[in-house]
């Protein structure tokens, strides 16, 4: 009766308040999924999707009323699960979605009664304990569908139909990744069929998802941002209120200027070395735990459940709905012991569930040593895991094994020495990634905290404008000698800038973007991005989009009226450009491969600089210098290219991002964004003087 009450109290939360509010907004993150698969309907160039500015862009332009989006870290192939419903208003959408999701949430509890025998009050009481679940209905969150595979891929592997449970395994992976840790379960259990099942799946979902968004795409995610994830460095790693292994580890032990003044020891080397010591100690009990060749449904259940529950607790970026997920383990863990009725590992259980739900962490005042008391979700989420393993090997001795023998077995300790290797390769890996990551603080420039992101630099004199971004949007900022100055919160945002003289050109972007001027006499640019001002300032050149692919068009500043002049073909997909003084652009634009280094003068003869994987050209005004960004080894790192003689040479070398070069009026200084020590592409700016 109790249980029951509980559950009516804790449902109708969910009824009156969460559904109706998440059926009126639209909220974060469903925008996100939303915005991409509308894009793939609309037959666009998706490939610059995980570019924070450019989904922006593409946001406004289809009045999208969510104040910010952006991809990283969601894979390509989840949003693909809403194409159904991308012709319908955003809002309308996300109605479907709910709809869709309260079905699902349905047929996941069927199937937990039919997982675990639980009476109907039990997995009812276990599903409105979740404020994640709520979190996920309010967000519009994928949650409950993975909730749905996993659960769906335990019944087919408990029913032998251990190659279908894979493939349902890959099919989750390819939406979140972490379920590909269940790949390694079925190596363990030597279940080869399950094995490559989970491999079939995978592949599917990567073919199907390079053949819609193309390879260009899914190379910017292998290898830049699905490496910074796996670090804890897609998002902001010093937030404490992911409560992650990184964000903990991040603020002890990493000093950054802005985000993280005060840790408790600057020593980096102790992240690279902890983060996957500490994700290592999580993830090997659930795997050598686990029985090869066992297939009674007790033992299984808790295998199951470790494996979630492990690759839970070592997320780098577990915002709160991906804690819907600890609905499935913890109803498997419940049947292990309910016959038994033992009520203090029951309490015990669901205190610790609840606990994982409802805290998380939070960075208010937890600065030094404090930070170990802002993660308590961390701590839950550990002490589950711990409770998990306890059942497991209580639940080897019940069955009269011998568990010393067992942990010493050969193929236990063959598993240990694999385990080991892997770890010694990823803290080398690590250490091995900080050479060099910490080098350009010595260049930063200070901003205030409440900037997410200082981007597209532009220098006038002793001023120094640039794009930022706040909670409320994207934003014109102007820094005079360390006085920062910001554009008024609007409905619209100021996307990029460019600088000449003593005006400012502004890309201010609503249903269309629109090119303005600081100058009053000044006429607006309508359908127009990005713009690059002659040193002069009497020539503009902006792009024009068409389904995501952009070509330069020239403007004649001293002869207004006259019509504007297109300067690259359709096949050029243009990025960025800039003006040389003799009035030449040098631009970088992408074809079919990846983007290269093109100049064209005014009459629209182009030729290749032969410099392929650039972007982000910027001219010295003396006409000497040509900077750029290159990408190597999915980092791009500043180049410097002598005019003159056709001579190369590296400026920063580390695997992060420097990117958005920017001249000083003397050709003897370099404004930069760098990503350095902070979240992927959530840039600072660095000014650094050019030897000579």
């Known amino acids: 009766m109790v249980e029951w009450l509980l559950f009516a109290l804790l449902a109708a939360h969910l009824a009156v308040r969460t559904l109706p509010k998440a059926w009126h907004t639209l909220n974060t993150d469903f925008p996100n999924y939303y915005l991409t698969a509308h894009l793939v309907r609309e037959h666009y160039d998706t490939s610059r999707i995980y570019e924070w500015i450019w989904l922006q862009r593409q946001k406004d332009h289809r009045d999208i009323d969510q104040r910010t989006v952006g991809m990283v870290p969601i894979t390509p192939f989840s949003t693909l699960v809403v194409y159904p419903l991308t012709s319908l208003p955003p809002l309308a959408a996300k109605h479907c979605w709910i709809i869709i999701n309260v079905a699902l949430l349905f047929a996941t509890l069927y199937l937990l009664r039919a997982l675990t025998q639980l009476p109907w009050r039990r997995i009812a009481l276990v599903a409105a304990l979740s404020f994640p679940l709520t979190v996920n209905f309010a967000f519009g969150q994928f949650y409950v569908l993975l909730l749905f595979l996993l659960a769906l891929s335990f019944w087919l592997y408990l029913h032998q139909r251990r190659l279908l449970a894979g493939v349902v395994i890959g099919l989750a992976?390819?939406?979140?990744?972490?379920?590909?840790?269940?790949?390694?379960?079925?190596?363990?259990?030597?279940?080869?069929?399950?094995?490559?099942?989970?491999?079939?799946?995978?592949?599917?979902?990567?073919?199907?998802?390079?053949?819609?968004?193309?390879?260009?795409?899914?190379?910017?995610?292998?290898?830049?941002?699905?490496?910074?994830?796996?670090?804890?460095?897609?998002?902001?790693?010093?937030?404490?209120?992911?409560?992650?292994?990184?964000?903990?580890?991040?603020?002890?032990?990493?000093?950054?200027?802005?985000?993280?003044?005060?840790?408790?020891?600057?020593?980096?080397?102790?992240?690279?070395?902890?983060?996957?010591?500490?994700?290592?100690?999580?993830?090997?009990?659930?795997?050598?735990?686990?029985?090869?060749?066992?297939?009674?449904?007790?033992?299984?259940?808790?295998?199951?459940?470790?494996?979630?529950?492990?690759?839970?607790?070592?997320?780098?970026?577990?915002?709160?709905?991906?804690?819907?997920?600890?609905?499935?383990?913890?109803?498997?863990?419940?049947?292990?012991?309910?016959?038994?009725?033992?009520?203090?590992?029951?309490?015990a259980l669901l205190l610790l569930y609840a606990a994982a739900g409802y805290l998380h962490g939070t960075s208010n005042g937890r600065e030094g040593w404090l930070a170990l008391f802002g993660v308590p979700r961390l701590y839950a989420l550990i002490l589950l895991c711990v409770f998990t393993y306890a059942l497991l090997i209580r639940q080897q001795q019940r069955e009269g094994a011998a568990l010393d023998r067992r942990i010493w077995s050969l193929d236990r300790r063959t598993w240990a020495l694999v385990l080991s290797i892997?770890?010694?390769?990823?803290?080398?890996?690590?250490?091995?990634?900080?050479?060099?990551?910490?080098?350009?603080?010595?260049?930063?420039?200070?901003?205030?905290?409440?900037?997410?992101?200082?981007?597209?630099?532009?220098?006038?004199d002793t001023a120094l404008s640039f794009i930022a971004l706040l909670h409320d949007g994207y934003h014109s900022a102007v820094d005079h000698d360390g006085a920062v100055q910001l554009s008024a919160s609007s409905h619209d945002d100021h996307l990029s800038l460019t600088a000449a003289k003593d005006e400012l050109w502004i890309e201010q972007t609503g249903q269309e973007s629109t090119v303005i001027s600081t100058l009053p006499e000044r006429s607006s640019i309508h359908q127009a991005e990005s713009p690059a001002a002659s040193s002069d300032g009497n020539q503009l050149a902006f792009l024009r989009e068409d389904h995501g692919r952009a070509r330069i068009w020239l403007r004649d500043l001293l002869q207004p009226t006259k019509a504007d002049r297109l300067l690259t073909p359709s096949e050029l997909n243009v990025l960025e450009m800039s003006f040389s003084p003799n009035g030449q652009l040098i631009f970088s634009a992408t074809s079919t491969g990846g983007p290269r280094l093109f100049i064209t003068d005014q009459s629209g003869n182009i030729k290749s600089l032969d410099i392929d994987g650039a972007r982000y050209p910027a001219i010295s005004p003396d006409g000497h210098w040509l900077a750029y960004s290159q990408l190597h080894a999915g980092n791009w790192n500043l180049w410097l290219h002598d005019l003159n003689n056709g001579h190369s040479s590296r400026l920063t070398n580390a695997a992060c991002n420097n990117i958005q070069p920017a001249w000083s009026a003397d050709s003897q200084i370099l404004v930069y964004a760098s990503d350095c020590g902070r979240g992927l592409w959530f840039t600072a700016l660095c000014r650094r003087p050019i030897p000579r």
């Not at 379960?185 to 592949?203: C, E, M, N, P, W």
């Not at 780098?316 to 590992?345: D, M, N, Q």
Request: a positive charge.
């Open 173 to 347: 992976a390819g939406l979140k990744i972490f379920p590909i840790l269940y790949l390694l379960y079925f190596l363990r259990k030597r279940d080869l069929r399950a094995f490559i099942g989970g491999v079939a799946g995978s592949l599917f979902a990567a073919i199907v998802s390079i053949l819609t968004f193309g390879w260009e795409l899914h190379r910017t995610y292998l290898f830049q941002v699905l490496p910074a994830t796996l670090r804890g460095e897609a998002l902001s790693p010093y937030n404490l209120q992911l409560a992650s292994f990184g964000s903990l580890l991040n603020s002890l032990f990493v000093y950054e200027p802005q985000l993280n003044p005060h840790p408790a020891i600057n020593a980096p080397w102790l992240f690279a070395v902890l983060h996957p010591l500490l994700q290592m100690a999580i993830v090997a009990p659930a795997l050598l735990l686990a029985v090869p060749s066992e297939t009674r449904p007790r033992q299984l259940r808790l295998e199951w459940a470790a494996i979630i529950l492990a690759s839970l607790t070592i997320s780098t970026s577990p915002a709160s709905y991906l804690y819907t997920l600890l609905i499935l383990p913890v109803c498997l863990i419940l049947s292990s012991f309910h016959r038994e009725k033992p009520y203090l590992w029951t309490a």
């Open 422 to 460: 892997l770890l010694a390769f990823n803290i080398a890996s690590g250490l091995r990634h900080q050479q060099g990551l910490y080098a350009d603080y010595q260049w930063r420039i200070p901003a205030p905290r409440q900037i997410f992101m200082a981007a597209d630099p532009a220098v006038q």
